[in-house]
């Protein structure tokens, strides 16, 4: 028997640079996505995050459950930078990962630069 449209949530599995980004979403691999992205070693996950979402350690869930492969994590928070709160900064510092914020046009530019030189890198994209 046919099914109806069967929604999943949104995951490209493998990794690959962000080709463009703006307009609410990015793309990648010959496809787009509308809305913020997880780019983590296990691939590229859509991400429930806006620039008015607090940065706490529960939407970074998904990063520590990768944090064993992960020693760079590039944080685009938006148009503007947002700092990271201390307990999210301590956590990520504590699953030995480095955490930088920064625009999200800065973060993708880094991360395409940090994969294509084969690093441990992920990034958290907030869309703008």
Request: with cysteine; glycine share 8%.
């Amino acid at each position: 028997m046919r099914k109806g449209i069967e929604i999943r949530d949104a995951h490209f599995p493998d990794r690959a640079p962000i080709d463009a980004y703006g307009d609410g979403g990015f793309r990648f691999a010959d496809m787009s996505h509308r809305g913020s992205l997880l780019c983590l070693p296990s691939g590229i996950h859509g991400w429930d995050a806006s620039e008015e979402s607090p940065l706490d350690v529960a939407l970074f869930s998904r990063v520590f459950d990768e944090a064993k492969d992960i020693d760079v994590l590039l944080v685009g928070t938006g148009m503007e930078i947002r700092l990271l709160p201390p307990e999210l900064k301590m956590r990520l510092r504590d699953a030995h990962i480095i955490s930088d914020p920064m625009n999200t046009g800065a973060a993708v530019r880094t991360y395409n630069v940090m994969l294509a030189e084969s690093r441990a890198v992920a990034a958290a994209l907030i869309a703008v």
